[in-house]
């Protein structure tokens, strides 16, 4: 019965979300696309996204059904229509994030022009008020996108206690866990789209926004998005493909694991015991991320409609408070509901358990946030430090951005692992999932503030393409610079979070076999250990090898395009659909490899060591990547936010030696190409590859357990 109410509970929470997104979108594309020139480089932007979109999507669909097959063969056939579930919700927002973003940074860059005359703080705020207005979209649609799958399978086949014989899909004498396998193929589709989307999607922007600066900075001199740079388009289409569109089913495949690990968790743990225990565990993530949901949308309607401020961080960031104390309130109530009169023996506190297990996640979400703010932001101690310094050469500055970026990893990842410690001891093992969920249950909200940043990013780019007066140019800069924070915050979320999923999974991976842990000195463990290990850092040195080819290759065709006179001058349009061509080309041919390996490599694990090595190489994968996904993203983002103090004016200390200042701001661009494979295409992929892992090995776990080649 409960479960029942909060079905009809959250079908009345995404009517309201619908419409609210509805009317959203509508305010965004009533708005004025301003001057002629403007709306030309607009609709450029829009065409080029549809190529690669379109390109992406066949292959996606492709590898979708080839995956589909396989799971109704071999494993269940309501599995297969899970998982299509899965796949089909991520790519319509992914989808709607990418059609809103390509329509908002030309109206945010017409705001600023139309602006132009009022005092800064007026003029900021109606900026940032036109860029939260789309970017919220993209947030509360992959919130809202997920829990109407996790409704659709609730209602499609229940999640019958494991102790009925329906509950079991029998298989040649083992069995899977129905309810396990359709929610594990759910989260697979979702995760299959996200590694689709971010790892071609940042091989594309990345490759063009590393030739547009080593070619058109560094070697003849032009300031950033110069029209006459050839790679400039490209890198503006690539910052929806990837910083919106990637980021969308990056952070949506992240929270769908989060409530699937919890309720997966509740039934290996209370499957056999009390109904109303179990009933109650599967709930709990349900009502915590409505009450996500609704906050987000009231501190994203804060965001664009509270009194306006020049500085974009005081909005973004009181919206995200908001969303918080939103999803506190809404875990008390929800663990009240679920567990007042029905506690399980390993709740230490009584039914408040989960509450404050939540609390402990949504502390490591803020914390994480905070910490990498701490060390990216364009104001940081290290910014300057480093832009202070970069006039001894780029081998100086890229060294101690990464010094930076290895500095961070202890606080980052010490923060989340206790507080996923503390979550464990006061509720259990279905704490360590609920700490998880409390990270992102306010999801809509973060992912908000991550769109945020390139759409500003756009509105720049379209201001410079049209030669715009630089007031406008300047404006959209302060948002682009909290921009690049609050998509660190978004990285953050998304690594801290999948590292929390993960180790939840690991305790459920081995209740679904019967396994009640998984011993490091076991020689199976171990030996999965250093194979995740192995795996992991080759996965990384092959997104960096072909990102680095494809932007090779992009910046041979701008020096190429710029040792034209006529295209140098300004006389002739540089040929910047070529860009594009090679930008996808590159991005689509070289996906499959890594995609393929961590699949590959799950199922051979498994098949040929058993469950408990592969067990062993998730955790391996988690070790190492938690660590190296943090470095990646901080080193790269304080890396950027370098260069952006460099262009906004913010480096005094060489006011005296314009020779030292061009050769520090020269070492700025280059450390920034350097970030640019880092923080957007590494960092970024690292949780996807650790999640696909994870939920390949809880889904097959049983089989792995009963057929493997050296027993």
Not at 63 to 72: E, H, R
Not at 227 to 237: C, W, Y
């Amino acid at each position: 019965m409960l479960l029942q109410h909060v079905y009809y509970a959250t079908f009345a929470v995404l009517t309201v979300a619908i419409v609210y997104m509805v009317l959203q979108y509508r305010g965004v594309i009533s708005m004025s696309e301003g001057t002629e020139s403007m709306s030309f480089m607009a609709s450029r932007i829009r065409n080029g996204a549809k190529v690669f979109e379109l390109e992406i999507w066949q292959k996606i669909t492709i590898a979708s059904l080839i995956l589909a097959g396989f799971i109704g063969l071999f494993v269940d056939k309501a599995a297969t229509i899970a998982f299509l579930i899965g796949a089909v919700l991520t790519t319509v927002v992914v989808i709607v994030g990418m059609s809103i973003a390509t329509y908002a940074g030309v109206r945010a860059a017409a705001v600023a022009l139309e602006t132009i005359d009022e005092d800064d703080e007026t003029a900021g705020g109606k900026t940032v008020s036109a860029t939260v207005k789309a970017s919220q979209i993209c947030g509360i649609s992959v919130e809202a996108a997920l829990l109407l799958g996790l409704v659709i399978i609730g209602l499609a086949w229940g999640f019958d206690p494991v102790a009925k014989a329906e509950s079991f899909i029998k298989i040649e004498g083992f069995e899977f866990i129905a309810s396990v396998v359709r929610l594990t193929a759910y989260g697979l589709g979702w995760s299959i789209v996200a590694m689709f989307c971010r790892v071609p999607g940042g091989i594309f922007t990345k490759a063009a926004d590393i030739g547009a600066d080593l070619i058109g900075k560094v070697e003849f001199h032009f300031k950033e998005d110069d029209h006459r740079n050839p790679a400039v388009l490209a890198d503006q289409t690539g910052d929806n493909v990837n910083d919106v569109a990637g980021n969308q089913a990056d952070l949506g495949e992240s929270t769908t694991a989060t409530p699937n690990t919890t309720i997966i968790t509740a039934i290996t743990m209370y499957g056999t015991g009390s109904i109303a225990v179990l009933e109650g565990a599967i709930a709990y993530p349900y009502i915590v991320l409505l009450g996500g949901l609704l906050s987000s949308i009231i501190g994203l309607y804060y965001a664009s409609h509270a009194k306006k401020s020049k500085n974009p961080a005081h909005q973004i960031n009181m919206s995200m408070y908001i969303a918080a104390i939103g999803a506190l309130i809404s875990s008390l109530i929800a663990s009240y509901i679920c567990f007042y009169g029905n506690t399980p023996a390993e709740f230490k506190a009584g039914w408040i358990s989960p509450f404050l297990s939540t609390v402990f996640g949504i502390v490591a979400g803020i914390g994480v946030g905070l910490i990498a703010q701490r060390f990216t932001d364009m104001d940081s101690w290290w910014a300057k430090y480093i832009a202070e310094r970069a006039d001894k050469g780029p081998a100086i500055a890229a060294s101690l951005a990464q010094a930076a970026g290895w500095i961070s990893c202890l606080p980052e990842v010490a923060l989340v692992l206790l507080m996923s410690y503390f979550a464990e001891k006061v509720t259990g093992p279905y704490g360590t999932a609920v700490m998880a969920l409390g990270m992102l249950s306010f999801v809509a909200q973060a992912i908000g503030a991550d769109a945020f940043g390139p759409i500003s990013d756009n509105a720049g780019g379209i201001a410079t393409c049209c030669e715009l007066p630089p007031k406008v140019r300047e404006r959209t800069d302060k948002n682009d610079a909290f921009g690049n924070e609050s998509a660190a915050v978004g990285k953050a979320f998304a690594i801290g979070s999948a590292a929390a999923v993960v180790k939840a999974q690991l305790a459920a991976y081995a209740m679904t076999y019967g396994a009640t842990s998984l011993n490091i000195l076991n020689g199976d463990v171990t030996l999965g250990i250093f194979i995740g290990v192995g795996m992991m850092a080759m996965f990384c040195g092959l997104l960096a090898k072909f990102t680095l080819d494809a932007a090779t290759v992009m910046a041979e065709e701008c020096r190429k395009q710029l040792l034209k006179p006529e295209v140098q001058s300004g006389e002739q349009l540089p040929d910047a659909e070529a860009c594009i061509k090679i930008a996808t080309k590159y991005a689509l041919n070289k996906m499959l490899i890594p995609v393929a390996a961590v699949i590959i490599e799950t199922l051979t694990i498994g098949f040929v060591f058993g469950a408990d090595a592969l067990g062993g190489a998730i955790g391996g994968s988690m070790y190492i990547g938690f660590p190296l996904a943090v470095y990646f993203s901080n080193t790269g983002g304080l890396a950027d936010n370098v260069k952006k103090r460099f262009e906004s004016g913010l480096v005094t200390c060489y006011n005296d030696d314009i020779d030292k200042y061009n050769l520090a701001y020269a070492a700025s661009i280059i450390i920034d190409t350097i970030g640019d494979w880092m923080k957007d295409v590494v960092a970024t992929a690292i949780d996807i590859f650790m999640k696909i892992e994870g939920v390949l090995g809880l889904m097959l776990a049983p089989a792995f357990n009963a057929y493997h080649l050296l027993k």
